[in-house]
């Protein structure tokens, strides 16, 4: 499956982004899928995941109550509404496609490009 993040921009503390993530190629509504982000000079960290169905939901603790996952499989693409932004959440935004939903970079197979959030004080 490819994936294609975008909806990255530049943005106010205390502003909201939505982010997408396109997928083509195999079926995308057999996969887990999450975000993650990396920041300049740290490792690429967890920041939401959903099932296939959009029944279970994953937040890491510094985004939970501000950004919403969620996923429309009839239109092949997976959203992260981010609220309450703060400067701490500038970083690249990745999305990634696997087999089961987790918190580990390792369990997906799948990466999109990435799409870069700023946000500045």
């Known amino acids: 499956v490819q994936l294609q993040a975008y909806g990255g921009g530049l943005v106010q503390a205390g502003g909201s982004l939505r982010l997408s993530c396109a997928a083509s190629g195999r079926t995308f509504s057999g996969y887990a899928m999450s975000w993650f982000r990396q920041a300049p000079g740290k490792a690429r960290e967890f920041v939401a995941a959903?099932?296939?169905?959009?029944?279970?939901?994953l937040y890491a603790d510094s985004v939970k109550g501000r950004f919403t996952i969620s996923r429309d499989n009839a239109k092949n693409t997976m959203y992260l509404q981010m609220n309450s932004l703060k400067p701490e959440d500038t970083a690249v935004y990745y999305c990634?496609?696997?087999?089961?939903?987790?918190?580990?970079?390792?369990?997906?197979?799948?990466w999109g490009q990435g799409t870069l959030v700023t946000v500045s004080s």
């Open positions: 990634a496609a696997g087999a089961i939903i987790s918190r580990s970079r390792g369990a997906y197979d799948y």
């Open positions: 959903i099932s296939w169905s959009g029944g279970s939901r």
